[in-house]
DNA sequence: ATTCTGACA
DNA sequence: TGTCAGCA
């Protein structure tokens, strides 16, 4: 059996773990974060390791690709439409400047140095805009925030 | 044995 | 997406 005699620590599973637990190859999970879909802790020796959430969330992905028709470039997309702003306490002057505000290339967790103080000294994997979106609940109230700014525009 | 980055007949 | 190289 394997090592499972981990107490405190957050059983943190190695690539090749989680790829026989999904049946889905390593490389196929480097792919993913390389397209900033998600972001594994890293080791001092950059080895990647993932925990639950992170597991669960690669399994939705799967199925966002395997039966909704979706793409890498979609869900890095949709991703990127997150409301981070509503979530994230920033000023206006941030949002102002902002890349993850204003445009939506990419998750803003993919690009951080590119972000104001606040997000870019954050660890993105424990911040609520990356954990909420990893939920993977629907993917609507995914962008309840990008509604609820609507709402207040239009009425 | 396993993982990592980068490259591509 | 696969895979082979050359390391650590």
Request: proline content about 5%; hydrophobic content about 40%.
């Amino acid at each position: 059996m394997e090592g499972e005699s981990e107490h405190n620590e957050q059983r943190a599973m190695k690539i090749g773990q989680v790829a026989r637990e999904l049946n889905i190859s390593v490389e196929t999970i480097r792919m993913y974060e390389t397209a900033g879909l998600i972001l594994p802790e890293k080791t001092g020796s950059g080895q990647r390791l993932f925990d639950v959430n992170d597991v669960f969330w690669l399994n939705c992905i799967r199925r966002l690709i395997k039966e909704q028709g979706m793409n890498l470039e979609g869900i890095r997309r949709l991703l990127a439409l997150m409301p981070c702003w509503n979530i994230k306490p920033c000023t206006a002057k941030d949002q102002q400047i902002c890349p993850a505000v204003l445009k939506a290339e990419q998750p803003c967790w993919a690009m951080k140095e590119q972000l104001p103080p606040i997000c870019k000294t954050a660890n993105c994997r424990e911040c609520a805009v990356y954990q909420s979106a990893s939920k993977c609940t629907n993917l609507k109230t995914l962008l309840y925030g990008i509604r609820k700014r609507a709402m207040a525009l239009t009425f």
